[in-house]
């Protein structure tokens, strides 16, 4: 059934490992902008769900890094899928995408009898990351780096960068905005990274840190962490004292920073769709798309994962097909 933002809270406490996507705020700031949450529990099963506004009154269903589970993570009972068609039909869903919490090699996607789905080319969150190891001493961790990336991190520290809590919301989306336009990526409105510090920061789930040298902000991010996992979302540098390697030493800073709250691992979220002997053969010629940032992330000496593909159910299969016609042309632009 559904249920309230407050009840969804309530489940959540129970499943302190659900996916930060899964979260009360993270519905509450998808609403803030464009979205609209609904919170379905099952008996032990249950899913936030995003539902876009389309065209004629239709709207696209969303579960990102869910259903969340207590006897089976990233599973959903039929009782629940029944559960689930019946709010997407309410809700005019042309078709609903999940995207489980659920790495490839654990396993297929889950499929319950009838009731299936059809594996999706098209991910919303990126499939491919690399996942910190923070389990050990900060010593262990560091040597696990390639030996280039601990060496900037303390180089950073002997030439003066310092790292610590930052509340100008405004500076972070002028930082974000050059960071975009230097490495051709998007940015959300200034009220986006707003609310998200609104929302988590106080739960202490949240931290917006700043590199300094002598006062002046170089780089930022904004990183989030619940129950083991952390995840760094957005992230920005200037174009000055580069040489002083502040993101490096930033990074770092925000994994402690994740360590401290219980943090085990630390999701980079996001590089290039590929194998590892490709990310390795090709991270220094290409800079298109997350090969840009493939070349800085690896140096911290994640596991390279891969999220199971995301799966579809379809409700209207004429406008599914021109969902299809429309991705189609993009893949091909």
Not at 133 to 145: F, K, W
Not at 184 to 210: K, M, Q, S, T
Request: aromatic letters at 12%; charged letters at 30%.
């Amino acid at each position: 059934m559904e249920v309230s933002l407050a009840a969804w809270n309530e489940f959540l406490d129970a499943h302190p490992h659900a996916h930060l996507l899964q979260t009360g705020p993270w519905g509450e700031l998808k609403s803030a902008f464009g979205w609209e949450a609904v919170r379905l529990i099952v008996g032990e099963c249950g899913a936030q769900v995003l539902f876009r506004r389309l065209p004629l009154g239709f709207t696209v269903a969303y579960i990102p890094r869910g259903p969340v589970d207590r006897v089976r993570p990233s599973a959903f009972s039929e009782p629940f899928v029944e559960e689930l068609d019946a709010l997407c039909r309410r809700k005019r869903a042309v078709f609903l995408k999940i995207e489980p919490d659920a790495w490839e090699q654990e396993g297929q996607p889950p499929t319950v009898g009838a009731a299936s789905f059809r594996v999706s080319r098209h991910s919303i969150q990126p499939r491919r990351t690399l996942v910190v190891d923070l389990r050990g001493s900060e010593e262990a961790i560091l040597g696990r780096m390639k030996q280039k990336c601990r060496y900037n991190i303390r180089l950073a520290e002997k030439k003066g960068v310092r790292v610590r809590p930052w509340d100008d919301l405004d500076g972070f989306h002028r930082m974000m905005l050059a960071t975009g336009a230097r490495d051709a990526f998007g940015v959300h409105a200034a009220a986006y990274y707003r609310r998200a510090y609104e929302l988590f920061h106080p739960a202490g789930l949240a931290e917006l840190l700043v590199a300094e040298y002598e006062d002046e902000p170089l780089a930022a991010l904004m990183v989030f962490a619940r129950g083991r996992r952390a995840w760094y979302l957005y992230g920005a540098s200037t174009d000055r004292e580069r040489n002083r390697m502040p993101t490096y030493l930033l990074q770092w800073e925000a994994m402690r920073w994740a360590r401290q709250r219980g943090a085990e691992e630390y999701d980079l979220y996001g590089v290039p769709d590929a194998d590892e002997a490709a990310l390795e053969a090709q991270f220094e010629s290409r800079r298109d798309g997350l090969w840009g940032v493939y070349r800085f992330k690896r140096g911290f000496g994640g596991e390279l994962r891969r999220a199971v593909p995301a799966l579809d159910r379809v409700y209207h299969p004429l406008l599914y097909r021109l969902y299809l016609w429309r991705m189609a042309g993009r893949e091909a632009g």
